[in-house]
């Protein structure tokens, strides 16, 4: 597997490979079709040389004896960005990154499973970074992004639609959801929607007025 770094006039989002638990071969491939800027942390880069996976950037904080420079012959060109900010998590290093290099979206695997810790971290960071990034988080079981305060899109029924407040998120209503929200309050570790799903084959429409609202796509 590898990538080709074609992109379309910087139309594709970034790709950053943090250091999660795997997804499968088929996901990273299809992120991967268009060939976008790569960005892995160093945690995670030989679990990555062994897909065959040509990367543009390899950044962390390079703790542990670790040696960046012996990557640079096998992924030439290869840039190495160092980050010593104990303040942040390279993930959130990784999306500073990012934003300084005037990328306007990024697609991130291998963020979820494994410590839960960092899991919730690097799903809350979504909402940290909203005004600079577009950020999707994906894994094989779903598909996480932050709502705009009017969301619609066509989906089958019977799709596994989660809705997660980061905070309070007030005044929620939705369409076409089994089990629909009228002018609803969602607190996360209080109430959310969780689990809900497509009532129909057609538009969903979910609207809120305040707060950060997370849509998960979820598959089992």
Known sequence: MSSHHIVRDDQEPALIIANGASCSQELM?????WSPFVVVLDS???????????????????????????????????????TPDQNKTDLEKALDFLIE????????IWATGKRADHTITNITNIVRFRN?????????????????????????????ISLIPIGNVSGVHSQNLFYPLQDDNLTLGYRTSSSNHVAEDGIVVIKHQEGDLLLMECWD
Do not use: C
Request: hydrophobic residues 40%; charged residues 35%; without cysteine.
């Open 101 to 108: 290099r005037g990328h306007k979206a990024v697609n991130i």
């Open 29 to 33: 491939g299809q992120l991967l079709e």
């Open 132 to 160: 600079d990034l577009k950020i999707v988080i994906l894994d094989d079981h779903s598909k996480i992004f932050l709502l705009p305060n009017r969301f619609e899109k066509w989906y089958p029924k019977d799709t596994k």
């Open 44 to 82: 995670a880069i030989e679990r990555v040389l062994e897909l065959d996976i040509k990367v543009d950037v390899i950044l962390g904080d390079f703790d542990r004896d670790f040696n960046p420079e012996v990557y640079l012959e096998k992924q030439f060109p290869l840039e190495i960005v160092y």
